[in-house]
Structures are given as C-alpha cells and as structure tokens.
C-alpha cells in the first residue's frame, strides 16, 4: 500500500496566482484532513473532511477551499496564493480512532 | 478550544535518558500520542496512550500520562543520534477526533556526542 500520497513535493508560485496540491489514500480511511506546519507553529488544521461530499473548516481556513468527491481524494486549493502561505502542507487520512496516517508534505514557496 | 504546549528545545548528551513534557488543556482527551519529524520529512506516529492507562511501554519508549496534571512525557532510553528529531505531542479530543488532532508545536531533540 501506498498509504498517503501528496503532490506536488515541491512548488514555487508567484503571488496571486492559482494552484492544487493532491492528495491520495489507499486505505479507505473515512476521514481526512489538511494541516501546515510553519517554524514554530507546529501544525495547523486548515480543512478536514469526514467523508466523501462532506468538509469543514479548522483553524486557519482562509485562503484555501478543498472539496471530497471520492474516498481517496482531498485535493486544497489555493485560489489567489500569498506569501503568508508559504509553508509544508501535510495531508492526513485516518479512521474515527487511533492513528493518523500522514503523507511526505508538500513545501510550498510564494513569491 | 484545546491547547497543547511542549518546550520548543531539549538538549541531551549521547547514551542519555531523553524526557520531553507535554501539556494540554483538555479534559475530555480520549488518546494522546507522540509522533516524530525527522528533517525533511513528514510526521510518523512513535507511540499512543490512551486516556485511561498512566503507563505505556515500548522497546526505549516509555510514556507517562498524569491526567489529573493533564501532564503526557515521553522518555527515550539511551538516546542516540537517531533520535534527533522534532517531537510533538498531539490530543484527541472527545468529539470522536473527527477534525484529526490537536498538536503543539513540538520539541527539538538535539543529542550531544
């Protein structure tokens, strides 16, 4: 099994622009969610999801939307991206109990 | 809402006993785990306690939970150079965690030779 997988690893974007960041499971875990990890912050929820066609927002929601179609997808969007979102977004998957699973991270830079 | 704190750093000479605290605010923290960072990578699950256990043991992990203090350590035996990591504390609440964890921001493991 592949457990989490995230895409892009690596990505540099310019202000204002767009992008997708994927994420995978293969374990049929009901729940997902969507944390960035910032120096000194340790992680922070943005969005979770439940199961498919059901999300809400955590902590720091602003700025990006997710969506959950299917099982295995939680794809975040950020719409207009800006130097506070600079960071590692890491993607997690889990059952209603005991571990989270969590993919590689997904650092991000904004110019 | 719920608070994890954890010392940012700890410093630790090789071959030494490693202790790292960890608080939350909680009181409804059903599991409360430890997960480890190494540099450049994500986050792996080292160990879990569950709210009704003061003790867990595994190989040179041991956690101690004071639920009355809300207080979790982690003890690493014989810390090594492998040990060098970010640890961070992370609690499930009792809503049933559908929103993951709550994490601190996680301790800086840094072995002395």
């Known amino acids: ?111 | 809402g719920e608070d994890v704190e954890q010392s940012l750093f700890l410093s630790v000479r090789e071959g030494d006993s490693s202790v790292i605290n960890c608080t939350y605010t909680d009181s409804s923290s059903t599991y409360l785990y430890w997960y480890k960072q190494e540099p450049g990578a994500g986050l792996q699950l080292l160990t879990y306690i569950f709210s009704n256990m003061d003790m867990k043991q595994d190989q040179r992990l041991t956690v101690l939970l004071n639920k009355k203090d809300k207080h979790l350590s982690l003890r690493i035996a014989d810390t090594q150079t492998g040990d060098s990591a970010i640890y961070f504390c992370a609690e499930r609440g009792s809503g049933g965690g559908a929103d993951g964890l709550t994490f601190g921001k996680g301790t800086h493991l840094i072995i002395q030779p």
């Open chain 1, 1 to 111: 099994n592949a457990g989490v997988t995230q895409t892009p690893k690596f990505q540099v974007l310019k202000t204002g622009q767009s992008m997708t960041l994927q994420c995978a499971q293969d374990m049929n875990h009901e729940y997902m969610s969507w944390y960035r990890q910032d120096p000194g912050m340790g992680l922070r929820l943005i969005h979770y999801s439940v199961g498919a066609g059901i999300t809400d927002q955590g902590e720091v929601p602003n700025g990006y939307n997710v969506s959950r179609s299917t099982t295995e997808d939680f794809p975040l969007r950020l719409l207009s991206a800006a130097p506070s979102q600079t960071s590692v977004y890491f993607c997690a998957s889990y059952m209603g109990a005991g571990e989270l699973f969590f993919g590689e991270g997904s650092r991000l830079t904004v110019l």
